[in-house]
């Protein structure tokens, strides 16, 4: 069976800085490292401008999936953070400022008042501002924030964090830690792959749906890669890295029989570690 096939992750990197370039995702690989950790896997990512239709177009397809899915980004109070009011949209239901939101985002005023009375009158323009960044889907829940305490949200199984790394990656893991332990090292999962120096995978691909329908749950890969001088010795030139992953007691064997079938073919196969 597959790598935990009851349930799917999926991520949204919500931000028009990452698809213009200014900023750097650093999202993704995080997420692949803290499900790598707990023996799960990412199954999708998307990326999406700040832009309110786009932002409901897309939850409404995650909501309906019934995929765990975690959303970073625009989760503020700016004009251009629209992911809280686009979840309450997808869901047909209205923001509201959640209790605990305001407790915390409370707390965080005094201590950024430092004894200022004036700058922690709540009734100041911009503390009434940062108490929307409390307002969430009615039913939500609050992800804790360890960074500066204002909070995330999650509803629907869908985890809402902010576009900073530093807060982001934490709160993803507390999510996860804390409703999905029950998900964690489920399965013995392994991947193994070999290098085929000038492979071509039209020739291959046969071999490859052969090896797949034989062992049945078992994925295989080709990655081809025009080559990186910079590696040197057989990854320099034009190759294929062709595996097997799956559950661990059939991938020996899989593999096996695609390095047979590949060398058959007239391919060489170069063991890499």
């Known amino acids: 069976m597959a790598k935990n096939e009851s349930r799917r992750f999926g991520l949204i990197v919500i931000g028009d800085e990452i698809l213009s370039g200014r900023r750097q995702d650093k999202h993704l690989a995080k997420m692949i490292e803290l499900l790598s950790e707990r023996g799960l896997s990412l199954s999708w990512a998307r990326y999406v401008a700040d832009d309110p239709e786009q932002i409901i177009d897309t939850l409404k397809q995650s909501f309906a999936s019934g995929d765990v899915v975690f959303s970073t980004g625009g989760i503020g109070a700016t004009p251009d953070d629209h992911t809280r009011a686009a979840a309450a949209n997808a869901l047909g239901l209205q923001l509201a400022l959640h209790p605990q939101a305001k407790e915390l985002i409370t707390a965080r005023i005094v201590t950024s008042a ?90 291959l691909t046969p071999l490859m749906e052969t090896v797949e329908h034989e062992f049945q749950g078992l994925k295989v890969f080709s990655l081809p890669s025009v080559g990186d001088p910079s590696r040197g010795g057989v990854f320099a030139k034009r190759h294929i890295e062709l595996g097997v992953k799956g559950e661990a007691h059939l991938v020996p064997q899989a593999l096996e029989k695609l390095k047979q079938g590949t060398a058959d073919l007239g391919f060489e196969v170069y063991i890499h570690q």
Not at 118 to 145: C, L, T, W, Y
Not at 175 to 199: R, T
């Open 114 to 203: 430092e004894g200022d009375p004036i700058k922690a009158d709540f009734n100041r323009p911009e503390n009434q501002h940062r108490f929307k960044m409390g307002e969430f889907p009615v039913g939500s829940e609050i992800i804790p924030n360890s960074y500066n305490q204002i909070p995330g949200f999650r509803i629907a199984e869908h985890h809402f964090v902010p576009g900073f790394p530093v807060m982001a990656g934490p709160m993803m893991a507390w999510c996860l830690d804390h409703h999905y332990a029950d998900l964690f090292h489920q399965s013995n999962w392994l991947e193994q792959s070999f290098i085929v120096p000038s492979g071509i995978e039209s020739t």
